[in-house]
């Protein structure tokens, strides 16, 4: 019984971590823009996030105001 107790937290979390191909695809989208974009201004970094990571406006806006865009 134990042996599940700590087996199950730690396949969740296997789980969760298996996404390393969108970060990359993520990061070639962003280096195709990388000329024009400046990740801290925040209509830019908006554009990007849902050009790149298919989000959306409310998402975006979160995700960018964690990252210091202004």
């Known amino acids: 019984m134990q042996v599940f107790a ?17 970060a990359s695809s993520t990061n070639q989208c962003k280096s195709s823009l990388a000329a024009s974009l400046d990740e801290k201004n925040f209509d830019q970094c908006i554009a990007a996030c849902i ?20």
């Open 6 to 22: 700590i087996l199950i937290p730690l396949a969740v979390l296997a789980a969760c971590s298996q996404q390393p191909e969108a």
């Open 51 to 70: 050009k790149c990571e298919n989000g959306v406006m409310t998402t975006c806006a979160t995700s960018c105001r964690l990252k210091g865009a202004k």
